[in-house]
């Protein structure tokens, strides 16, 4: 929620309305995978588990080498 007021003081409403749905979109995948059942599939298999999450942290590194 704070992201998005920030992007709507900083760059106006047509920015803070594509953040929202950004934000809306990610919740909704994350409860999507929550409701099938994603997290059992991680903890059987950890190695899946680790790929995924340094998968996930070069993501964020990414735009912070870009910026």
Not at 1 to 8: F, S
Not at 9 to 16: I, P, V
Not at 41 to 62: C, D, S
């Amino acid at each position: 929620m704070l992201l998005v007021i920030t992007h709507g003081a900083q760059h106006g409403l047509r920015r803070s309305v594509a953040t929202m749905a950004g934000c809306l979109t990610a919740l909704v995948l994350m409860l999507s995978v929550s409701a099938a059942g994603l997290g059992v599939f991680l903890e059987a298999w950890p190695t899946m588990f680790n790929a995924l999450r340094l998968i996930g942290a070069a993501y964020l590194v990414y735009p912070g080498v870009k910026a």
